[in-house]
């Protein structure tokens, strides 16, 4: 892999940090936002004095990055995504500037401790799970590999809800992110676009040019306005922006209009602009047909691409050469009105012919696609689309009707390959296929992954076109998941292998293989996992009031909440186990702390009972004294970016349970790898590379493949109720559902759960074979259990995998979309 380490500017001094002039600006901060003195200020003003000095020495960089950009016209990929799930900015942003540790000291200087300044910074939390997070993970590592990128993304008001726990339900709280305001953003009003929504559209004649002229009235119009935010990379001086549009009313409402008559229209109008980027959709891999969602896809888009051309005809004329300079990333098929609305552009607005305007459309834009459960696949009511976006939808039939005369013509008389590919079908807009047709290239997001849409899902398309389809397995940046969120480890990595040039080189950290059977080694490692296991008892005796033995196998399970995840299976098999050592209190068992976070999408009503469940059986596990503490069940409340920094730090086991086929990739088994967590998982997703990276040895892997579910699937499913039947402990935790045990004698609470296996009241029993793999999972986790108790084996497996973690980083990712995607070039940035 080709890096820029010796671009790494390292020395504080070099990027014109004095620690006196640092310390000096944050008080006058203080002193002009806030009019205080460090005696009289909150940490939360603290927090602001420091973010804007630190947005201070960004700035510098921003320009001249922007400046050699400009120079060397460069090209630009523009990551069009719903989703920038970034979590804290400071404490990243301080150590991609190399100025972490003396920022720390300056602040200890003045009496404070970093830790609890950064603990000040709400997460930017506009994100559901792994494809926003993975999006943030990409920006950084362009940001830090030198390579020119625009995020463009929406300025929510309300980010990812807050989840809070009531008598073991979740309950949603708004997330008002900005309430304190974002220091390091900057509002970019000069770059306001208009966006154009419902009316209809017009056809003219246009004698000149001897055709019509499409002319789109009747309208609501609203403004689309930036804001940038710095997104640093690593010691290079290189600064890109996520842009992030807030919608705002074209004129406030005046009172004028209502003489003229369009009183109404200017009421609307001004609403428009209101609901547009209120909030964040809280769905995660599941599609809500919801107008205001299709809204906040145009709203973003148009800005975005309307944008891109805006700043590319600035230095340049021939619009035919676009591709050159721009290429537009589909993150998933959320924005995929990319392609009608740049051929809008290209036709309506430069008066280009179809034909060239499809050739550079086609050349602009590329798909990710992200995910194979059914219910996410987006498609729009042809009556809902039409009526929001009526000259849009004009040119997706007409790239439609195209498109089926080539499927005509190269399958003729074959209707099966209509029906699987066109665009438009049974009255829906089927997104995914538009971004395949349009876009020059197609990616899944591991490799099993792409083999499925390949072999499966998207059969029909890979055959038409296989040169579109690659595959780019995810990855993640070490500079928040490492350096940042295990100073401990990551001292120790530079310690042994001599050298920290894993931070923009992650490979390099196979050379803690050489110290995997040093016991000396061994020790140390264990150490720092447990001062990590430390650090997150501490926060969840803060935050949980429940103690937790640091000596305990901290067994983890943290991500978003789904039953294709399979929660489900892990807290039955905790009430198996408490079965078990009720019967058996000598039993042989290494006491174990099962952590869970997840938050369940609102509307999600089996998601919300299993958090309900799992903290049912923790009430009962942790207060029964039979137990003696030796099982621990720990939900921890609203889990997001920043506490997950602190959990993957102190795992022992990374639990990776989705159904084989499920998962399309994953990346916090890549969070957890990296941090030496031992992967308890099936063989879905990055988890296959995870364990073809560490070894088989080094991993616990259970459960059905991919192909066995797929070939079960075909077949309409199997016959959980003779698994209950034959199997007593599966029976009796079944039965424990709904007899009482976990809920306080209710026997309804967890009825449609248990429903769920023997009598769905929709869809298959069992859907997600949580039964069929169950002993498999047990037997794994006996394994698990046993591996623990033997240290030395331990330690060894668990530094292996932090040694073998270097193919997961998201540079790798980012590399790669470059050679086969992008094909960007990496500009140097000088002071
Ligand atoms: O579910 C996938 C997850 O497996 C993957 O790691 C992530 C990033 O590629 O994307 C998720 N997909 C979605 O959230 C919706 O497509």
């Not at 002009?32 to 201070?56: C, H, Y």
């Not at 949980?544 to 892990?570: A, F, G, M, T, W």
Request: net charge negative; aromatic share 12%.
């Amino acid at each position: 892999m080709e890096t820029n380490t010796e671009t790494v500017v390292k020395n504080p001094t070099a990027i014109g940090f004095d620690k006196e002039v640092f310390k000096k600006n944050v008080l006058d901060n203080l002193k002009s936002l806030f009019r205080k003195t460090m005696e009289t200020a909150s940490q939360q003003e603290i927090f602001q004095a420091v973010a804007f000095e630190v947005k201070d020495l960004i700035i510098d960089r921003w320009l001249a990055t922007q400046k050699a950009y400009k120079e060397q016209d460069a090209k630009y990929v523009y990551y069009l995504s719903m989703e920038f799930l970034m979590g804290r900015a400071l404490g990243n942003n301080l150590i991609n500037l190399c100025c972490y540790d003396e920022v720390a000291e300056v602040l200890e200087e003045l009496g404070l401790d970093i830790n609890v300044i950064e603990d000040q910074e709400p997460d930017a939390a506009l994100g559901n799970g792994g494809l926003g997070r993975l999006a943030a993970c990409f920006i950084e590592s362009l940001s830090t590999l030198n390579y020119p990128v625009y995020g463009c993304g929406i300025r929510y008001k309300y980010g990812m809800f807050k989840q809070e726990i009531h008598d073991g339900y979740q309950v949603e709280v708004p997330d008002n992110w900005l309430e304190n305001g974002n220091p390091f953003e900057i509002k970019r009003p000069e770059y306001t676009q208009t966006v154009k929504f419902g009316g209809y559209v017009r056809i003219e004649w246009d004698a000149e040019r001897q055709r019509n002229r499409f002319i789109h009235d009747g309208y609501q119009a609203v403004n689309a306005v930036p804001y940038d935010i710095p997104v640093v990379g690593y010691g290079n001086n290189v600064v890109n922006v996520l842009r992030i549009w807030d919608a705002q009313p074209i004129q406030e409402f005046n009172l004028a209009s209502f003489d003229k008559g369009d009183y109404l229209q200017a009421v609307e109008q001004e609403n428009l602009a209101k609901n547009i980027v209120d909030v964040l959709y809280p769905n995660d891999n599941h599609y809500s047909g919801k107008e205001l969602r299709l809204k906040q896809q145009y709203f973003f888009v148009s800005a975005s691409v309307q944008q891109a051309i805006r700043k590319y005809k600035e230095t340049h004329s021939d619009l035919h050469k676009l591709p050159e300079k721009v290429c537009f990333q589909l993150n998933d098929t959320h924005p995929t009105v990319t392609v009608p609305e740049l051929m809008r552009i290209l036709l309506d607005e430069e008066g280009m012919e179809w034909d060239e305007a499809w050739d550079i459309t086609t050349k602009c834009c590329a798909y990710t696609n992200h995910t194979i459960m059914a219910e996410a696949l987006e498609k729009w009511p042809v009556d809902l689309f039409m009526r929001l976006l009526p000259r849009i939808y004009q040119i997706v039939q007409e790239i439609n009707r195209r498109f089926l005369i080539e499927v005509e013509e190269r399958y003729p008389n074959q209707y099966n390959k209509i029906r699987s590919m066109a665009i438009l079908y049974e009255g829906q807009v089927r997104m995914a296929n538009m971004a395949i047709v349009a876009g020059f290239s197609v990616n899944g997001v591991a490799r099993l992954h792409t083999e499925i849409l390949e072999k499966r899902e998207l059969r029909d398309f890979y055959e038409m076109m296989p040169e579109k389809f690659n595959n780019k397995t995810n990855g993640i940046t070490q500079r928040r998941f490492l350096l940042h969120g295990n100073p401990l480890l990551a001292s120790w990595v530079t310690e042994k292998i001599g050298t920290d040039k894993w931070i923009t080189d992650l490979p390099l950290i196979k050379g803690l293989e050489a110290y995997a059977d040093d016991t000396k080694a061994q020790q140390e490692f264990m150490d720092i996992k447990y001062k990590n296991k430390l650090r997150l008892a501490k926060y969840i005796k803060e935050h949980n009031h429940i103690d937790v033995d640091p000596n305990s196998i901290y067994d983890v399970q943290v991500k978003r909440l789904h039953e294709y995840k399979r929660q489900l299976l892990n807290i039955l098999h905790v009430m198996y186990l408490y079965n078990q050592m009720k019967a058996n209190p000598q039993m042989d068992f290494y006491p174990t702390t099962f952590i869970f976070g997840a938050k369940a999408a609102a509307g999600y009503k089996r998601a919300k009972e299993t958090i309900k469940l799992i903290n049912s059986v923790a009430d009962v596990v942790n207060n029964d004294p039979d137990i003696r503490g030796r099982i621990k069940v720990v939900f921890i409340e609203n889990y997001r970016v920043s506490n997950a920094e602190i959990i993957f730090a102190a795992s022992d086991v990374s639990e990776q349970i989705s159904t084989a086929s499920k998962e399309a990739s994953g990346t916090g088994n890549m969070k957890f790898m990296l941090n030496g967590a031992v992967t308890l998982g099936t063989m879905d997703g990055a988890n296959v590379e995870i364990v073809e990276e560490v070894g088989a040895e080094n991993a616990f892997i259970f459960g059905m493949s991919s192909e066995e579910v797929m070939a079960y699937e075909a077949n309409g499913g199997y016959h959980p109720e003779e698994i209950y039947r034959n199997d007593p402990d599966i029976h009796r935790i079944l039965d424990q559902l709904v007899d009482g045990t976990f809920s306080h004698g209710d026997r309804e609470m967890f009825r449609e759960i248990y429903n769920s296996f023997l009598a769905p009241s929709y869809g298959r029993a069992d859907q997600y074979f949580i039964l069929k793999d169950f002993r498999s999972y047990a037997e794994a986790r006996e394994r698990v259990n046993k591996a623990y108790q033997d240290k030395a084996r331990w330690a060894k497996m668990a530094m292996l995998n932090t040694a073998n973690s270097g193919k997961f980083t998201s540079d790798r990712t980012i590399e790669e979309y470059v050679r086969d995607i992008w094909h960007l070039k990496k500009v140097q940035v000088t002071l």
